[in-house]
């Protein structure tokens, strides 16, 4: 792995086995990803892009089988166990993903959300700075009224709210790696634009490296 490469994947493949046989979803995929880096992954919708970091993380189908390598800053990612994942995954590596009304718990406030991914990898804080944590992360990401809205549910905020909550819980950690999957999907032009300037004033104020999963190359 070369200096100031944060994430290689090497010839990853990802096939699913199905009642009809096998399904190769990700053939020989290699990329390398360093520090402070952005990194887009372009394709068309069904080609694979998502299964690809899905991988990294673990969080694909029991029908998944994985190969190849994948090593996130010197550790061998593929084959972890499932704690070692967990301590990786919202901790050094946040990833957004596609769509927030079905990703975010419609039961739980944005806020309580939030606080859970905090509270995960960060056990020895106290309530009180796990809330002061999750009210600057909404301010960070340009919730106007954090107090207020840590106490919204997901359907009570508008398509671009709820995609900067997932914003603000994939940074909870002070991510090393940022996984953007498809961010701006349903979102109409001018909060498009503004998410993606969002996540470019964050990469260059924290240094994080971010992967940007679109079908749109424009």
């Not at 718990?105 to 999750?134: D, M």
């Not at 996984?179 to 503004?194: H, K």
């Amino acid at each position: 792995m070369s200096p100031g490469v944060l994430l290689s994947l090497d010839q990853l493949s990802v096939d699913f086995a199905v009642s009809a046989g096998t399904v190769h979803a990700v053939r020989g995929v290699s990329l390398d990803v360093h520090r402070g880096e952005v990194v887009g992954v372009v394709g068309e919708s069904g080609s694979g892009k998502s299964a690809t970091m899905l991988a990294l993380l673990g969080l694909l189908a029991p029908n998944a089988r994985v190969s190849g390598r994948a090593v996130f800053d010197g550790t061998q990612v593929i084959g972890l166990g499932a704690e070692q994942l967990r301590r990786l995954r919202g901790g050094r590596i946040g990833m957004i993903f596609q769509d927030p009304m079905t990703s975010l718990n419609p039961v739980l406030t944005v806020g309580r959300q939030i606080a859970e991914t905090i509270e995960v990898h960060q056990p020895s804080l106290r309530a009180r700075q796990v809330l002061a944590r999750v009210q600057e992360l909404l301010e960070m990401v340009a919730i106007p009224n954090a107090a207020e809205r840590m106490r919204a549910y997901p359907h009570e905020l508008s398509g671009g709210m709820r995609q900067r909550v997932m914003i603000a819980m994939a940074l909870a950690n002070d991510p090393e790696l940022l996984i953007a999957d498809e961010p701006t999907t349903a979102l109409d032009v001018t909060v498009q634009a503004q998410i993606l300037e969002l996540l470019r004033d964050l990469q260059r104020e924290f240094g994080t490296a971010i992967v940007l999963i679109t079908h749109d190359l424009g």
